[in-house]
Nanobody
Framework: QVQLVESGGGLVQAGGSLRLSCTAS????????MGWYRQAPGKQRDLVAR???????NYADFVKGRFTLSRDNVKNTVYLQMNSLKHEDTAVYYC??????WGQGTQVTVSS
């Protein structure tokens, strides 16, 4: 069983920044890909970014150049730095552990 604890969501003005964190714990939580997805009201859940244990990343086109995903393997934590936020980035952001575990979600609201 893997537990994911997210933090860092909130309300920010367009053009601002937020950083999301997700810490994994539990048996078998280390050495797996982790990522962030997001879901806006009435829309499907989409991949935002993904990172391997070695630190290789891939990003959705809609966040490239603005968001940066990193990880600290000692803390078993991933960080999503979100810069130049846009109103359309407003969504619930979910941490995902690639043993098929989801975080509880954290709301990000960007005011225009």
């Amino acid at each position: 069983q893997v537990q994911l604890v997210e933090s860092g969501g909130g309300l920010v003005q367009a053009g601002g920044s937020l950083r999301l964190s997700c810490t994994a714990s539990g048996s078998g939580s280390s050495n797996y890909d982790m990522g962030w997805y997001r879901q806006a009201p009435g829309k499907q859940r989409d991949l935002v970014a993904r990172i391997t244990p070695g630190g290789a990343t891939n990003y959705a086109d809609f966040v490239k150049g603005r968001f940066t995903l990193s990880r600290d393997n000692v803390k078993n934590t991933v960080y999503l730095q979100m810069n130049s936020l846009k109103h359309e980035d407003t969504a619930v952001y979910y941490c995902y552990h690639y043993r098929s575990y989801w975080g509880q979600g954290t709301q990000v609201t960007v005011s225009s």
